[in-house]
Nanobody, 119 residues
């Protein structure tokens, strides 16, 4: 199993920045891609950003393109989400997820970290 722990959430004013971290432990070789999702109250979970280790390919949801950046520190087994120019609509619980190569699904999830952007 892969364990994921997010950190770095908090309260920030609109226009500000935050950096989220996702530390992986356990059988980390069991995942080959990581992603960030978010979910606001009353809304469906939304894909934010993804990173494929082998190719270094990154993808972003339309609502965060140009503002958020996903990156990875392989030595620290940590994935980051740099969030700039934050907007109130970015307020949500942010989750990191690891993709299981056997299922090609995001089977590994962290507990989430809250991001609140005030206007």
């Amino acid at each position: 199993q892969v364990q994921l722990v997010e950190s770095g959430g908090g309260l920030v004013q609109a226009g500000g920045s935050l950096r989220l971290s996702c530390a992986a432990s356990g059988r980390t070789f069991n995942t080959y891609a990581m992603a960030w999702f978010r979910q606001a109250p009353g809304k469906e979970r939304e894909f934010v950003a993804g990173f494929i280790y082998s190719s270094g390919t990154t993808t972003y949801g339309d609502s965060v393109k140009g503002r958020f950046t996903i990156s990875r520190d392989a030595a620290k087994k940590t994935v980051y989400l740099q969030m700039n120019s934050l907007k109130p609509e970015d307020t949500a619980t942010y989750y990191c997820a690891g993709r299981n190569p056997r299922t090609a699904q995001y089977d590994y999830w962290g507990q989430g970290t809250q991001v609140t952007v005030s206007s």
